[in-house]
Structure formats: C-alpha cells, structure tokens
C-alpha cells in the first residue's frame, strides 16, 4: 500500500473538504477517506482524478512502496 499527499494537498488548495473532492473526482467521501488513511488504493483513472483535481502530477500526489515481505 502506498502513502499519498492528499490531506496536505487539501490544505494547500483553499482547505477543501474531503466532500468536495469527492464531489470533483466523482465517489464518495468515504472513498476518500479510506484512500487518505491508506486503507484503499485508488484505481488509475481515479488517481488521476484526483492528480489533476490539484494540478500535480501522479507521483507528486501518490507513492508506491513494494511490500516486499509479501513475496
């Protein structure tokens, strides 16, 4: 599971709520929620959703760390 810069980036772009994201990349607040906590990876076209919600590239908003004791 990878981390991502989403709150902070939320804060950085007029503080807006995990709602109103919701709202822009079009699923729930829970979504983003679980996605926020690392609790749920997003797909790839919500990733970029949500990337071009804060005009940042990809790796800029989400990271990617192999577990590598799952092999």
């Given amino acids: ?3 991502t810069a ?5 804060f950085e772009h ?5 709602q109103q994201l919701a709202d ?6 829970q979504t983003i929620v ?11 076209e919500l990733a970029f959703r949500i990337a071009h919600v804060f005009n940042e590239p990809l790796e800029m908003v989400f990271s990617y760390s ?4 799952k092999r």
């Avoid at 822009?24 to 607040?29: D, H, S």
Wanted: hydrophobic residues 30%; glycine residues 6%; without cysteine.
């Fill in 1 to 3: 599971m990878g981390k």
């Fill in 66 to 69: 192999p577990d590598v004791s």
């Fill in 34 to 44: 679980a996605i926020e906590s690392a609790k749920y990876s997003p797909s790839l």
């Fill in 24 to 29: 822009k990349v079009g699923v729930t607040r």
């Fill in 6 to 10: 989403i709150r902070k980036l939320r």
């Fill in 14 to 18: 007029d503080e807006i709520t995990q």
